[in-house]
């Protein structure tokens, strides 16, 4: 934990994630003030309890760049021309674009006071409406500092993560957009083409969907405008990822096509070991667990008796997913449990009446 | 609905699929035989209930065959010899290629008897000890008849679906065998090749791994050597619709290249399109859903007394997703509910002491 966040703050953009900022510091007393092209969403977020309105004679410690993708360079050049003895930073999802733009147009003192970051939050929503001083609680924020960056900036940067309750992740720049380009960009992506497979299918075809076709195309649902940004401020991230993948298609297609089915698990393998290489929930290996699944009535309150019949059990549910029911209003409920568990949450909850099973 | 099973009826292969069918038919009553090459089987599956061993004398009228997806074929052209007056069905995965193994080795009137199936469920388990009477609870099973099977043996295979209480969809083995290709084999084989991009990436990378990227990899941890089967014995279908894909990839690395985001987001657009062509919960067209988010300490009963506040609230819950929290033990819970209750849900929560945003 590093110190408090010196105020005051004045976020630029009020935003989903500008207005969530200035909530989270002003519920530990943190000075705000907003400023956003729209006086309407500037409006909002101060009723929301997000800060009071910029005015002239503010001379704040902090800025925080809160734009679209594609203005975050102008606008931290032209913040740490506005108050000269600021740190500034900005919580865009791309990182190399604003630093090369900040580093071209700013002298070496400006820039000293310049570090970049990028909190993996969001929602379906945006806006301030959607804002939440909980939205960045427990999430990775990418720190990105440049090395010109004074050590007391990335301080005061951390800081701020510190006070939105984030996890401080520290990386440069460019190793921050491949990372996002890997873990963020490319499932997008290619949940984006699985599901654009979809549009001129036969519905006779679709009424086999299952749950797996929905997790994976779940994220492509997102706003075409935003990740229309994201690809143009990424591109060359994303174009090396997709190639890779690409060549990988490549490999499996001509696989499939010889009857090279030792080929095709090799890739298979290699995916299972790709699932294993993602952290885990609370940052740690994934310990072994189990799924139970339970036939739930789809009405109010029957969820509420399964869980507190599996916490009468006494088992941590580790997960949970509802999975769609093409035909009758019952829900299959799985429930993710430790693998020791699994047969006490089974047995428990078949003497209270429910139909489960491991 | 059609009649009840007449039995007896044999099931060969005491596997998953195999003993959840004869645990399904048992609780009904109907008369169950079981046979597998391995005795193990058949004693843990007759142990659970879900039928008793074959022998000789025994006249099946409907003989079911849940055997690995490379054996289908021949398994079920030697069953329709055996037992001249049975109904015989499969449940393999594939439908096209044991159709017309069947088509080349038997007489008009033995496939006259011949209907394949294929029900949609399944488990991250196999083998009869994780099998289960529910596991076909409402979901699809398509009943792929060929053009000259009976409609009498149709009536029959759809009994069986009945009465394990899934949902009959009817198509033609090459329909079936698209259609997986499309829902089911497509976003497999995705995020298989996802995933696997993850393999060689650096730790520090994977750090700012988020659900998207979970979701989209989560099925990629199944089993290679059943998967290489399925690729094996669908290899034309699969190679099409993932030639499909891989030009919609060139598409996209193509206008990435060139800086084209106009090509870039018709992409993106047809995307959400692709989402919404999935048939929603109970078979209807999704109705406007809202994720309402809420922090839940990680420990046994919390859970429970979340939904038994929202049921408090009187709001049915759609879905639920945990999120998984890289620095510290508490859960982000993702509650799905209707959009004319988010706020009454964010609301009442608050004032039952939860940290809950819309």
Redesign the interface.
Known sequence: MTGAVPGPVLVVGAGLLGTSIGLALSAQGTEVRLRDTQAEHVRTATGLGAGRPDETGVDPRLVVVAVPPAIVGDQVAALLAEFPSAVVTDVGSVKTGPWEHVAASTDPAARARYVGSHP?AG???SGPL???A??F????W?VTAHPEAASESVAVVRALVDACG??A?T?TPA??D???A???H??????????????D??????????Q???????????D??L??QI??AN?GS??S??????T???R??EA??A?D?DT??G?????????????????EPDAPT??V?V?VP????E??????????I?????????D?????????VQLVVADEHAVALVEGLRERGW????
């Open positions: 993996m929602s379906e929503r959607a804002a939440s909980a939205l609680e427990g999430r990775p990418a984030a996890v992740v990386m190793e921050h491949l990372a996002v890997r873990t963020s490319l499932p997008h992506l290619l949940a984006v083409l699985v599901a654009g497979r979809l549009v299918a036969d519905p006779g075809q679709l009424v086999l969907s299952g797996g076709l929905r997790d994976v195309t779940r994220i492509a649902a997102s075409p405008g990740w229309r690809v143009g591109a994303i174009d990822v997709l190639r890779e993948l690409r990988d298609l490549d499996m297609l499939i096509g009857g089915l095709v698990t890739l298979l393998q290699r995916g299972v070991r790709g699932t294993q290489a993602i952290p885990g929930k609370h940052g189990y799924p699944y036939s789809d009405h109010p309150g969820l509420a008796r399964l869980f507190a019949d599996a916490g009468e006494g088992v941590n549910v580790e997960d949970v997913h509802i769609h029911d093409p035909g009758r209003p019952v829900g299959l139909t489960a099973r491991g």
